[in-house]
């Protein structure tokens, strides 16, 4: 079993949507969680910290389900610029420094 | 500011070759992560260095090795590459310790023949 584990789509949804990804992960110590961004041909970028309240920023909710063990990014009212390849990261435990381990990310594609 | 820096942007090898990448992290950050990335899957961490010394390494053979130096840009060397080595090279910087968010460079697209 992956350590992180994404549906790699591709979503493809028109603007305006709201769109959810999903995102599991097999241990059940990890401490830190994230969403990252990668447009095509592109670097990673961070979108946001995901906390165990869940958090919000803007068109974008992150949520945590520690039980679970499941993330999920949940976008409203999607835009054209929203296309790209979303990548779950999770930080363990046991590499306190900052290993971040990736899921292999989800594609999302907006179409007018 | 500057971001973190990445060279070459495009390199192509032949197999059995060695190749060297290079990195220079964001101001102000010391550490700084290398990571594999293949087509259609996520970054595979490789190592990790702090204080020019290597402090975490994936699973990765002992070919691919890296250095940090004083300044705390850091090189990858890959030695005796494969084929199975193409793909983009990314460094990440940040500070050390816990919950640093990484900030990535551009990444070096590295192609073995």
């Known amino acids: 079993r992956k350590e992180v584990e994404q549906d790699p789509g591709p979503f493809n949804v028109p603007e305006g949507a709201t769109v959810a990804f999903n995102c599991t992960y097999s241990n059940s110590a990890s401490q830190s969680f994230f969403w990252y961004r990668q447009d095509c041909r592109k670097e990673p970028k961070l979108l946001m910290s995901?906390?165990?309240s869940g958090n919000e920023d803007g068109r974008f909710t992150a949520q945590l389900n520690r039980a679970s063990q499941y993330i999920s990014l949940l976008i409203r009212d999607s835009k054209l610029s929203d296309s790209a390849t979303y990548l779950c990261v999770v930080n363990y435990p046991s590499t306190s420094y900052g290993k971040l381990t990736f899921g292999q990310g989800t594609i999302l594609t907006v179409h007018p | 500011d500057a971001g973190v820096t990445q060279s070459p942007t495009h390199l192509i090898k032949t197999r059995g070759q060695q190749v060297t990448l290079r990195c220079s992290p964001k101001s102000g950050h010391d550490t700084v992560s290398w990571y594999q990335q293949a087509l259609g899957q996520g970054p595979q961490f490789i190592f990790q260095?702090?204080?020019?010394?290597?402090?975490q390494r994936g699973n990765f053979p002992d070919r691919f090795s890296g250095h940090q130096f004083p300044n705390y840009s850091s090189e990858l060397n890959v030695n005796a590459l494969l084929l199975g080595d193409s793909a983009l090279y990314l460094c990440?910087?940040?500070?050390?310790?816990?919950?640093?968010?990484?900030?990535f460079g551009n990444g070096t697209r590295l192609t073995v023949t």
């Open positions: 260095y702090y204080e020019e010394e290597e402090r």
């Open positions: 995901v906390y165990s």
């Open positions: 990440a910087s940040s500070w050390t310790g816990y919950d640093s968010p990484l900030h």
